[in-house]
């Protein structure tokens, strides 16, 4: 028998069913708000931007989110997912209690326990580890402001390793090579100054669709401004339809298309020479290597004609300093992602657009005192030597080389706390390696809203309540102006789902660790933080946003002179920290996998606006205006595999790996060779019972794997699809 | 009578569906059914190709054929403006006024009375505009008064190219959509 059978909790014995609550013969039609309104502050959860808003309760009733007008992450306006935020707290399929994995008869199953029991169980099998494996073999996987807390239970413990895949399969590349160029990432939000931008080039971004809103507020700001828009993309996204330049570039080839543009920057002496001078190194290398990378010969790599990458190029120079490359945010896509964004931080350079108004500004927060806590024990052993050493650049953890360290009987890691992060729909090809790391762990513990793939792999189930229902950390990102922000529960927790402050908090105290959490509710330590800064939670449950003057400038001031967090002290072009490591010191182009014999098409995914990756497919405000993804494939390719609009399909990869059933949409606004999907569908679980089933999910079709050897990340554009038409179609 | 419109830019729509979730939840509308809505229509051959995103809804028009329609006179003009409502005790769901609304603008609830996009007019009421155009992230939707000439939907009219759908039925529609 396994250790760990999946286990689905619709096959729970004592699930509670819900039945649907209809009113009728109800006559009085009351106008919207007439009744008693209730308004509490919130920080939106639904993604990660975390916009701040009010909820609005009517009578009793949840009745509608909106934004803050003082929030510069929303500027008063949410977004689709934020207005359905309720939906998340109203979907009837929720965890509903904690759960404990019991075998009965031989046969392993979920059975609902007290959170008294879980603890229980959870400390005893985190003491049993400690002693027999040492205190530092626990880690957490997380996503989402919530996971500080279990961090803080976990470094308290001895167990620091903590990863999120934003890094690895999302952001990582990106952070690393701004920092490798600059000293610093980029950061979320993004430091991006589009609002102010004279020309903004996307490569791959699809912003609109990828709907974080204050960026793509201030980026349509930008074309409400007139501003030249460059969109690099294989489809015609919603930018590139408000570009005045599309270049529907060869999937995998946008580093050949960078190097023409600095080519020619150089060569037409295009580029700020000046800033150049005065705040980079290693520009004549710079130079002496993109010579040979004229526009004709990224044409024969690219397909995007020479005098379109030189008139691109020039219009980018015309409006430098005021031109955002942008540098993307889910980059991890042909494992040369570091030197791609490397080379956007270059062009970046050569534009002078790093601190300057329109390109990349400088951010601040607010500065707050830590709260105080204890020092945590000193580690045994190095988690970061033990687990990836094999990529000493990466500055975070690397989720799927965690899961790689939980495999094995002598493997590094025995216990896991999972929060928030539904890994098998986000990590790609780690299906059978979850298989196996559960079997050998020792504890696995999956905190979350929802009963996600992951929770079939837990031994214990915490459920969480929803933002609606508890207090998070306060917001002080980095931003333009510094503000806090603070999420009040407007509801109280359904079922028995509980804070994750409060789940983290009872954990430590079972573990004699109650110090870490010296409080009885979390808004004592909110109010202590808020009283540094003249503050307090009172003041911030009434106001939900509050605004601190900058103490820095936003931008370098005209000809100053600055050291850089480099180890040079300069904007790195040249990288000396990536020769020293044995990698190419600039970027240099290497060709995308090639197509395999017969018929196939690149298999490109994406964002949709409606939904968050697949957290939001079975919220039903959301679900109704998305139920399922459409792979767009251009009519030749309609006719190659001979399918229509509106059919569904299966996709099938190189490696023989089979989607769900999929609706085509047969388009103009994709490149022949290439397919396009919405990511986040195609959850088989019967416990969400609207997203069941509905759509095709691309992460299992991911399997040719391009890992970055500098950040560790995952490229996920290796794989190509060919399309099985249904039979019964509906 | 006054007329109140709404000018939306297609420029700037990015087709999220924002304007939906906005108008169902302010006004609780009900699963499976919606006031507004948005539609995509591209048009050319790759890789010339030009996409418009519209949102859409009742237009309010200042010619009404469904008002015309009811037989009833469930359908009415709110306070002497041109925002087309339904009184829901009054309307029998015989559907006349569906198949006269050259929009397919309207509704029927599950208690069986015919609705429709208001205009928020008990947003209105209060100074506000309507959810939709409240909520929108691009802020590409603009409402106001139109017999205002200072008022943005009369000056974002004035300068900028326009249309509205179906204005050969003579409906005299009041969404515009800036192109």
């Not at chain 1, 969109?231 to 529907?248: E, I, M, N, Q």
Request: hydrophobic fraction near 35%.
């Amino acid at each position: 028998m396994k250790r760990r059978e999946f286990i689905q909790l619709s096959a729970t014995a004592g699930a509670a069913a819900m039945a649907p609550l209809t009113l009728t013969g109800c006559k009085a039609r009351p106008l919207p708000g007439e009744g008693e309104v209730v308004q509490t502050p919130v920080l939106c959860n639904v993604c990660f931007w975390r916009c701040a808003g009010t909820v609005s309760v009517e009578n009793g009733q949840p009745w509608k989110i909106e934004g803050n007008p003082d929030d510069l992450h929303s500027n008063g306006r949410f977004c689709t997912r934020g207005d359905a935020g309720l939906g998340m707290y109203t979907d009837p399929d929720r965890l509903k209690q904690p759960m404990l994995r019991v075998t009965e008869n031989g046969r392993q199953r979920f059975k609902p326990v007290s959170w008294d029991e879980a603890f229980d169980y959870i400390a005893e099998k985190m003491n049993k580890i400690k002693e027999e494996h040492g205190q530092d073999r626990l880690c957490l996987f997380s996503h989402g402001s919530g996971g500080n807390f279990f961090r803080r239970t976990l470094r308290a413990f001895g167990s620091p390793a903590y990863t999120a895949p934003s890094y690895a399969q999302c952001r990582g590349p990106r952070e690393v090579a701004f920092a490798l160029t600059y000293g610093e990432g980029v950061g979320s939000p993004d430091r991006t100054d589009m609002e102010n931008s004279r020309c903004i080039v996307l490569i791959g971004s699809h912003l609109g669709e990828n709907l974080h809103n204050g960026q793509v507020q201030t980026w349509i700001e930008a074309v409400r401004k007139g501003a030249t828009m460059i969109t690099v993309d294989p489809r015609f996204s919603v930018a590139a339809g408000k570009s005045k330049h599309w270049l529907p570039i060869k999937p995998g080839t946008d580093i050949a298309l960078m190097l023409a543009w600095m080519n020619v920057l150089i060569n037409e002496n295009l580029y700020d020479a000046d800033y150049i001078a005065r705040y980079a190194s290693g520009f004549d290398e710079l130079k002496a290597h993109v010579q040979p990378y004229t526009p004709e010969w990224a044409y024969g790599q690219t397909g995007i004609r020479p005098d379109v990458i030189r008139t691109t190029a020039r219009e980018m120079a015309m409006a430098a300093p005021a031109t955002l490359v942008h540098p993307g945010r889910h980059v991890t896509w042909y494992g040369d992602d570091t030197q791609r964004e490397r080379a956007i931080a270059i062009l970046t350079a050569l534009l002078g657009a790093w601190g300057r108004e329109g390109g990349y500004y400088e951010q601040e927060n607010v500065s707050i005192p830590s709260f105080p806590l204890p020092d945590p024990p000193a580690p045994a052993t190095n988690w970061r030597d033990e687990v990836q050493g094999d990529f000493p650049v990466a500055p975070s953890g690397i989720s799927q080389k965690f899961i790689d360290a939980s495999i094995g009987e002598d493997a590094y890691f025995k216990g896991w706390f999972v929060y928030s992060s539904n890994l098998g729909h986000t990590i790609p090809g780690v299906t059978e390696k979850l298989a196996q790391a559960s079997q050998d762990l020792d504890l696995l513990v999956v905190v979350d809203t929802m009963p996600y793939g992951i929770t079939g792999y837990a031994d214990v189930i915490l459920p969480e309540c929803t933002y609606l229902e508890r207090l998070d950390p306060m917001r002080n990102s980095p931003e333009r102006e510094p503000s806090l922000a603070v999420s009040v529960p407007a509801f109280e927790p359904k079922y028995d789902s509980k804070p994750g402050w409060w789940i983290a908090k009872q954990i430590a105290e079972r573990l004699d660790l109650g110090d870490w959490f010296p409080w009885d509710d979390y808004s004592e330590e909110l109010d202590w933080q808020l009283r540094q800064v003249g503050s307090s939670f009172e003041e911030m449950r009434r106001i939900g946003v509050k605004k601190f003057p900058r103490q820095t400038p936003k931008y370098f001031a005209p000809g100053e002179n600055r050291s850089f967090r480099t180890s040079s002290g300069k904007i790195e072009l040249y990288s000396q920290m990536l020769a020293d490591f044995g990698h190419d010191p600039l970027p240099v182009f290497t060709p995308p996998p090639s197509k395999p014999e017969g018929e196939f098409l690149h298999l490109n995914y994406g964002r949709a606006p409606a939904h968050t990756f697949g957290r939001t497919i079975n919220n039903p405000q959301l679900f109704e205006l998305m139920p399922e993804n459409t792979v767009w494939i251009h009519p030749v390719a309609a006719s190659t595999f001979q399918v229509s609009n509106g059919q569904y399909v299966r996709l099938k990869n190189q490696d023989g790996v089979e989607s769900n059933a999929v609706r085509v949409r047969v388009t103009e606004r994709i490149r022949p060779d290439s397919l396009f999907m919405a990511h986040g569908f195609g959850h088989n679980s019967a416990d969400l019972s609207l997203a069941n089933g509905r759509g095709a999910d691309d992460q299992g079709l991911i399997t040719r794997i391009l890992v970055d050897p500098i950040a560790g990340s995952t490229g996920m554009r290796g794989n190509f699809v060919t399309l099985i038409p249904e039979e019964a179609s509906a | 009578m006054i007329r109140y419109a709404m000018v939306i830019d297609t420029k700037l729509c990015i087709g999220c569906g924002d304007c939906v979730v906005a108008c169902k939840t302010e006004n609780k509308v009900p699963a499976g059914l919606n006031r507004d809505w948005v539609v995509e229509a591209t048009t050319g051959t790759y890789p010339d190709l030009k996409t418009e995103f519209r949102s859409e809804r009742c237009n309010h028009c200042t010619k009404p054929t469904c008002l015309y329609a009811c037989p009833t006179a469930a359908t009415y003009r709110w306070e002497g403006t041109n925002i087309v409502l339904v009184d829901p005790d009054k309307c029998t769901g015989c559907g006349a006024c569906i198949a006269a609304c050259p929009y397919d603008a309207r509704l029927i609830m599950n208690e069986g009375y015919v609705s429709k996009c208001t205009f928020c007019h008990h947003r209105v009421e209060q100074g506000l505009d309507p959810a939709c155009v409240a909520s929108c992230p691009t802020n590409c939707m603009h409402f106001g008064v139109l017999d205002d000439p200072n008022s943005t939907v009369s000056r974002l009219l004035a300068t900028r190219e326009h249309k509205a759908m179906h204005e050969e039925t003579g409906n005299e529609p009041q969404v515009y959509y800036l192109t």
